[in-house]
C-alpha cells in the first residue's frame, strides 16, 4: 500500500487548495479514505472521511469550507479547502485503516 499526498502549500486568508492523495497497492474503490492533520507538539485530528459509496463526513471546524472527493478511476482522494484560516495550518495526511501518507504541509499566512 501506498498513499502519496500533494497539493500542499502558503496561501493567504481565505484562499483555497485542493490536496490530493494518490493511491495503490489496494482496491482504491473498496475502501474509505481518511484526512487527518497535524500541528507541531499537537495530537492528530481527524478532518474528513468519504466512504467507499461516496459519503463524507467532517469535523465540526471545517464543515461548510472543506471537501472531500474521490476519483476511483484515477485511485485519487481530493481534499478541496476553501476559505482557509490560520488556524487550518498543519501536515494534512491521508489515511487508509491503518496506512498512512508521508504528508503535505499546509501553512495560511498573510
Known amino acids: 500500500v501506498q498513499l502519496v499526498e500533494s497539493g500542499g502549500g502558503l496561501v493567504q486568508p481565505g484562499g483555497s487548495l485542493r490536496l490530493s492523495c494518490a493511491a495503490s497497492?489496494?482496491?482504491?474503490?473498496?475502501?474509505?479514505m481518511g484526512w487527518a492533520r497535524q500541528v507541531p507538539g499537537k495530537g492528530l485530528e481527524w478532518v474528513a472521511t468519504?466512504?467507499?459509496?461516496?459519503?463524507?463526513s467532517y469535523v465540526d471546524s471545517v464543515e461548510g469550507r472543506f471537501t472531500a472527493s474521490r476519483d476511483n478511476d484515477k485511485n485519487t482522494a481530493y481534499l478541496q479547502m476553501n476559505s482557509l484560516k490560520p488556524d487550518d495550518t498543519a501536515v494534512y495526511y491521508c489515511?487508509?485503516?491503518?496506512?498512512w501518507g508521508q504528508g503535505t504541509q499546509v501553512t495560511i499566512s498573510s
Open positions: 489515511r487508509m485503516i491503518d496506512f
Open positions: 468519504i466512504t467507499s459509496g461516496g459519503s463524507t
Open positions: 497497492g489496494f482496491t482504491f474503490s473498496d475502501y474509505a
